[in-house]
């Protein structure tokens, strides 16, 4: 079991730039592969980055790549999400998410924090 918790959302002008994180407890964190994935107000849920178990390999949406950095430290059972150059279009509730493989469809994966809200101002 995983639980999750995410920090750090806020408002934020377009520009700007927020880190968010994301605590994990239990033991087998280090076994899974985490995500972020983020929702706005009407739409479906969608994926935005994740990183392997390692930490070493990387995925990004179109969206946010070059913009958003995932990171992981397995020590301290965290995941991280840097974001610089904000736009209102990535406005959204962002969420946590661990899962055994990050090629999954966001349907499957396993855990799910309660999410963090994000929202960029023009």
């Known amino acids: 079991q995983v639980q999750l918790v995410e920090s750090g959302g806020g408002l934020v002008q377009a520009g700007g730039s927020l880190r968010l994180s994301c605590a994990a407890s239990?033991?087998?964190?280090?076994?899974?592969?985490m995500g972020w994935f983020r929702q706005a107000p009407g739409k479906e849920r969608q994926f935005v980055a994740a990183?392997?178990?390692?930490?070493?390999?990387?995925y990004y949406s179109d969206s946010v790549k070059g913009r958003f950095t995932i990171s992981r430290d397995n020590a301290k059972n965290m995941v991280y999400l840097q974001m610089r150059s904000l736009k209102p279009e990535d406005t959204a509730v962002y969420y946590c998410?661990?899962?055994?493989?990050?090629?999954?469809?966001?349907?499957?994966?396993?855990?799910w924090g309660q999410g963090t809200q994000v929202t960029v101002s023009s």
């Open positions: 998410a661990g899962a055994a493989d990050p090629g999954v469809p966001v349907r499957n994966w396993d855990y």
């Open positions: 239990g033991r087998a964190f280090s076994r899974y592969a």
């Open positions: 990183v392997t178990l390692s930490g070493i390999i990387t």
